[in-house]
């Protein structure tokens, strides 16, 4: 049984660098168009050449919220600027914890 672990491991990767593929916009694919990228995979699975080529240069990376690198990331309130223009001054001095 333990024999076929590598082999599974391979078409678990060709299949899900497949799929991953497919799924993905257009407009998120570098490097080549999809159907180059479909082809590289299925031509280069069983040597994991192109689940791997796909994995690493293919698809846009996404951060851990899911967002690509190009739609920006996700700023702490306290080095954003945009929250720290709306904050009301006011409001601060109402606050016993300000001073």
């Known amino acids: 049984m333990l024999r076929y672990l590598p082999f599974l491991l391979v078409l678990a990767l060709w299949i899900y660098a497949f799929v991953d593929c497919l799924n993905t916009p257009e407009e998120d694919v570098r490097g080549m168009p999809k159907l180059a990228w479909v082809f590289v995979i299925l031509l280069f699975g069983e040597v994991l050449v192109g689940p791997v080529a796909w994995l690493i240069a293919g698809r846009a990376r996404r951060g851990p919220d899911g967002a690509t ?4 990331r996700w700023i ?10 709306s904050l009301n001054k006011d409001d601060l001095k109402d606050d016993p914890r300000a001073e």
Not at 76 to 85: G, H, I, R
């Open 76 to 85: 702490a309130p306290d080095d954003n600027p945009e929250f720290l223009k």
């Open 69 to 72: 690198a190009a739609e920006g």
